[in-house]
């Protein structure tokens, strides 16, 4: 999406070493849905929708 959308260049570097005091994690979102069971709360956009708003919008500020 970043090189698609917005021609941003990027690299991944998978050799990085990451050191966290509450350990490892493989996901950095909350797997908790009481919001959706309790509040019937349903997000308008997805993560990765709303990261291109936000980029979108942030060019627009340049």
């Known amino acids: ?10 690299e991944i570097n998978k050799d990085l070493e990451f050191k966290n ?6 996901n950095y979102y909350s797997e908790n849905n009481s919001a959706k069971e309790i509040l ?3 997000p308008e956009h997805s993560s990765i929708e709303a990261l291109k708003e936000e980029i979108t919008n942030l060019i ?3």
């Not at 999406?1 to 990027?10: A, I, T, V």
């Not at 005091?21 to 493989?26: A, D, E």
Request: aromatic residues 18%.
């Open 1 to 10: 999406m970043l090189k698609k959308d917005f021609g941003l260049e990027y």
């Open 21 to 26: 005091s509450s350990g490892t994690k493989n």
């Open 60 to 62: 627009k500020l340049r």
């Open 40 to 42: 019937n709360f349903f």
